[in-house]
């Protein structure tokens, strides 16, 4: 059974710093893009951020310079630093595992086979 579980959510204030982690089960996660995506209040789900399975990394253009995306292989886990944290970031945010050909990743949601449940992110001023 393949699992995603995200945590590190929760409550900062604007300028502020959370870490996000996804802890992968049930996949032979080296072969695996993992993707960050978020939901904003009455937004679509948007792609915020990925690595792929050569440790290559991709950003929105909203979240470049202050979040940053990194993978321990070992732990099946990857991560999401997100630093000067702005009240737009407030969303759910989700990841997302895809098997794809190394040093590749997608920014579409309907690319992605499998879906952690999400981890609430507030950010306040």
């Known amino acids: 059974q393949v699992q995603l579980v995200e945590s590190g959510g929760g409550l900062a204030q604007a300028g502020g710093s959370l870490e996000l982690s996804c802890a992968a089960s049930?996949?032979?996660?080296?072969?695996?893009?993992i993707a960050w995506f978020r939901q904003g209040p009455g937004k679509e789900r948007e792609f915020v951020a990925a690595?792929?399975?050569?440790?290559?990394?991709y950003y929105t253009d909203s979240v470049k310079g202050r979040f940053t995306v990194s993978r321990d292989n070992a732990k099946n886990t990857v991560y999401l630093q997100m630093n000067s944290l702005k009240l737009e970031d407030t969303a759910v945010y989700y990841c997302?595992?895809?098997?794809?050909?190394?040093?590749?990743?997608?920014?579409?949601?309907?690319?992605?086979?499998?879906w952690g449940q999400g981890t609430r992110v507030t950010v306040s001023s």
């Open positions: 997302a595992a895809e098997n794809r050909p190394s040093g590749s990743y997608s920014s579409r949601v309907d690319r992605y086979d499998y």
């Open positions: 049930g996949i032979a996660f080296s072969n695996y893009a």
């Open positions: 690595i792929s399975r050569n440790f290559g990394k």
